[in-house]
């Protein structure tokens, strides 16, 4: 027997149909092993020793794995063809080593680009080795992003409180977004002027052509400035002759492009299909595992993760004679096109994204595969056949003509583009961020020396905008141009920064928000060095020479964490105060606009005699006054428009107090009065804005109406209790005794009527407790290949799917009535591999004996992830012994190598207690 380990229940599946009953495959369910939540798991004192703990939901498959390898011959590891792939083919191999389940085994790694019979066939004709130098370069990532989020993110808890993490290269990505915000609030807008004439020719066809030179000078798109410089030149072309001076046409030839990369998919996905990248990313796994086609599952997408740009020359084959089939000779280039990444830090050992069969047309799968999977199947299939399509041949024309207007000479010209033959087009056009120019019109035949007469003439006043917001395929563009990260990490990256509140995505934007900016300040002020570009780029060349065997790991780490220690402890001493004034300094244009009367931009609004500065609290960062606690103005950090500030609406007739809408630090609400208007203890009244209601649109009257909630509507005919109407967090309510009812649309929160009330309330009495919590039975779905029955179901914090105790929520972008057994799966398997099911009983005893180890500090998991890209480790909130298991053997898979620690948590047992090392801990400032 041979037993085979891949990642997914669903690529097991399909791959031990190919390979028969003398062969069991099974899922380690992604990764099995992780760096410990707590301060040591990464000791640079020792040589950067790792302690590793395995995960407690995969304890058990790992047992299984275990335990079928009794009187197997061969232990095969068939992970994914990448660093993490190979990290898991290798922490399972560790795994049962210490579970001693190896005995005369033989162990082999076998990698395949594509999930077909074929390619599986063909992988298991050449094993190989764990490759060490692969290993190495993902413990030294994981062991940096680590050290980053362990070390950096209880800095920023204590010196800027509210603030949550810094990772490695989300800091990196987060830094652009912010840079983007700054340049366009820096950005001045620059009058011009434009002037373009619609001109005849003899035959009567028109066009139009632009003022491009007067008087022997040239004209360039800024140099028209005012009005009264447009005045002058209209004057003259309205008086003017024109005429063609030359007339030049000139051949051009446009290449396709090359087969998809995973940074290439994310941006057109984003593009062409509205796909965030990491939908496009969950669909690309699908398709790459497997679909069920004619009673068979079949991959139908080679590896999507992802940067080299060949293409197998078998594949090339194929897509030619596709291209011949459907198009004909014509459009077949004479040699097959060959293509180089043009990525800063590319690694090309994998094959671009293509179909596994270019045969399988877009249309043919279209009834075997839910929408969004044959929208990114026919963009990878059309890119695919494009990039091997011959070119487009175009010829591109430039008119030059002179207008003469008295002793004046002005100069005008147009251009256009013909596509002689449209090679590629015919199939395949890139989307753009910014779409054509004017280039792409055809101008009528023309020959020098003809007259042409002006129709009309378009004298038009513009204004310079500034550089647009990143959208998620610009910002995946602009940090694989710049080298930063891994084009398999840009999809967490950004999940992570709007999870965070870091970023927002605002029609199909990506906009800094204030928490973001304190944090990107902070870095920028005390940790420069650590979020500048180059250095990170040259950081993960450093890593890829680690792959490539060229430079020991731990080299590498020493390096950075020389520096990034001494940074650290440059400012252990610094107060929160004096961090706050220097951020305060850095944000001053930000968060203090020039106001409309001149005024001074830090006068308080509300008492005028004290100055705003940056203050932080338990939530983050605001404004506040310096008179506090007198004067209890707040805002948030953003000032530029006059809703975000403090505006008195009028006076409450009832008490002659002001009603003011003002902006707090959790969002805009209404205040009756000041405190000064109370008695000692009494707070003044609040109401909350209604979401979709705008702080700019609140009017006296809709606030009193605010205010006045939650209101009486009368009293329950039978209970004789009152039913009271008001705001919550999920909308509009009526409550009866300790009954809420939600109002349906069209019922109105301030003059619904008690009949409409008593109605309400009823019809939710009838139909008992509320099912949001868990005991809806859901809509069944079908059955997953190991988790069993799948359905969906309506959570409290929105819909999921569920299967064997796995939960996974349905993505924004997906209607949970819409959602096929394949999403479901594919979603199931994703948590699954996360560590996602249900937790254990209480006291239930674990099924390993071994030793116990040290006891983690309680609650450490409730601390916020600590950076990293992906999956960081949560920090301890206590203080932890620093080496918490005693060292274990190195098992390394290279001589090279140093020993590192690998030994699961269940296994660690030092010897000694060791002394406590400092607390990173709960956020003092």
Known sequence: MNIVIVESPAKAKTINKYLGSSYEVLA??????????????????????????????????????????????????????????????????????????????????????????????????????????????????????????????????????????????????????????????????????????????????????????????????????TGVEAEDFKQALNAASYTVATVDAKPARRNPQAPFTTSTLQQEASRKLGFAPAHTMRIAQRLYEGIDIGGETTGLITYMRTDGVQIAPEAITQVRKVIGEIYGNKYVPDSPRQYQAKAKNAQEAHEAIRPTDLS??????????????????????????????????????????????????????????????????????????????????????????????????????????????????????????????????????????????????EKKRLHGEDKGRVVIAFLENFFRRYVEYDFTADLEEQLDRISNNEIAWQQVLKDFWTGFIGAVDDIKDLRVAQVLDSLDEMLGPHIYPPREDGGDVRQCPTCGTGRLNLKAGKFGAFVGCSNYPECRYTRPLAADSEAAADRILGQDPDTGRDVTVKAGRFGPYIQLGEQKDYAEGEKPKRAGIPKGTQPSDVDLELALKLLSLPREIGRHPETGLPITAGLGRFGPFVKHDKTYASLEAGDEVFDIGLNRAVTLIAEKIAKGPSKRFGADPGKALGEHPSLGAVAVKAGRYGAYVTAGGVNATIPGDKEKDTITLAEAIALLDERAAKGGGKKPAKGKATKDKAAKPAKAPSKAAAKPKAGGDDDSPKPAKKAVAKKAAAKPKSDSTSKARAPVAKAAKTSAKPAAKPPAKKSAGKARG
């Open 28 to 225: 380690s369910f992604g990764h099995v092993r992780d760096l410990p939540a707590k301060n040591g798991s990464v000791d640079p004192d020792e040589n950067f020793r790792m302690i590793w703990e395995v995960d407690p939901k995969a304890a058990g498959r790992l047992n299984d794995i275990a335990k079928s390898l009794k009187g197997a011959d061969r232990l095969i590891l068939a992970t994914d063809p990448d660093r993490e792939g190979e990290a898991i083919s290798w922490h399972v191999l560790e795994v049962l080593k210490e579970k001693r389940a190896l005995k005369d085994q033989k162990i082999e790694r076998v990698v395949f680009n594509a999930i077909t019979k074929q390619a599986v066939s063909e992988a298991m004709k050449h094993p190989r080795q764990i490759d060490g130098a692969l290993v190495d370069a993902y413990m030294a990532r994981r062991a940096l992003d680590y050290l980053v989020g362990f070390t950096l993110s209880p800095v920023l808890w204590r010196k800027l409180p509210g603030a949550r993490s810094a990772g490695r290269v989300q800091s990196v990505a987060l830094r652009l977004v912010c840079d983007r915000e700054l340049e366009i609030e820096k950005f001045v807008p620059r009058e011009y002027w434009s002037l373009i004439a619609t001109l005849a020719t003899p035959r009567g066809d028109t066009f139009e052509a632009r003022l491009v030179g007067a008087d022997g000078k040239k004209i360039q798109r800024l140099d028209i400035g």
């Open 360 to 505: 399988r047309k877009p249309a043919e799968l279209r009834k075997r595969l839910d929408d969004d999977q044959a929208k990114l199947y026919e963009l990878i299939w059309t890119r695919t056949i494009a990039s091997q399509m011959e070119s487009a041949e175009l010829e591109r024309t430039t008119v030059d003509i002179i207008a003469k207007a008295g002793a004046r000479t002005l100069e005008l010209r147009a251009t256009g583009q013909v596509i002689k033959f449209d090679g590629f087009l015919a199939l395949y056009q890139e989307g753009r961020d910014d779409e054509e120019d004017e280039d792409s019109r055809r101008l009528p035949q023309m020959s020098p020396n003809d007259p042409l007469k002006r129709q009309n003439l378009a004298v038009t006043q513009h204004f310079t905008e500034p550089p647009p917001r990143f959208s998620e395929a610009s910002l995946v563009k602009r940090m694989e141009e710049l080298g930063i990260g891994r084009p398999s990490t840009y999809a967490s990256i950004l999940d992570v920064l709007k999870a965070r509140g870091y970023v927002k995505l």
